[in-house]
């Protein structure tokens, strides 16, 4: 069994920050790419940020600048820092994780946080 749980979200003024948190937690051989999505009301679920089990990132345009993904192998968690938040950020965030669970490249899967709600509001 595995589970994704992320944590972090809240309401912020825009201009302000948040840190989002990811944990995978249960039976794991490895974690490759960890990533965060966002979801607004209406709108398709878009890629915000990645990173690999090497540390290598990429960003959507909309954030590059203000918003820096992280992670601690060691606790298998990702982290995305949200600085200078706008009302446009406003979605639910969730991390995606490709684990695979044992030796064998078959147990490889992507799994998916419940998600965490982030409100950029006056």
């Known amino acids: 069994q595995v589970q994704v749980v992320e944590s972090g979200g809240g309401l912020v003024q825009p201009g302000g920050s948040l840190r989002l948190s990811c944990v995978a937690s249960?039976?794991?051989?490895?974690?490759?790419?960890m990533g965060w999505y966002h979801q607004a009301p209406g709108k398709e679920r878009k890629l915000v940020a990645s990173?690999?089990?090497?540390?290598?990132?990429t960003y959507d345009d909309s954030v590059k600048g203000r918003f820096t993904i992280s992670r601690d192998n060691a606790k298998n968690t990702v982290y995305l820092q949200m600085n200078s938040l706008e009302p446009e950020d406003t979605a639910v965030y969730y991390c995606?994780?490709?684990?695979?669970?044992?030796?064998?490249?078959?147990?490889?899967?992507?799994?998916w946080g419940q998600g965490t709600q982030v409100t950029v509001s006056s």
């Open positions: 995606n994780a490709d684990i695979q669970r044992e030796w064998h490249p078959s147990t490889r899967k992507n799994y």
């Open positions: 249960g039976t794991i051989f490895r974690v490759n790419d």
């Open positions: 990173i690999s089990s090497g540390g290598l990132t």
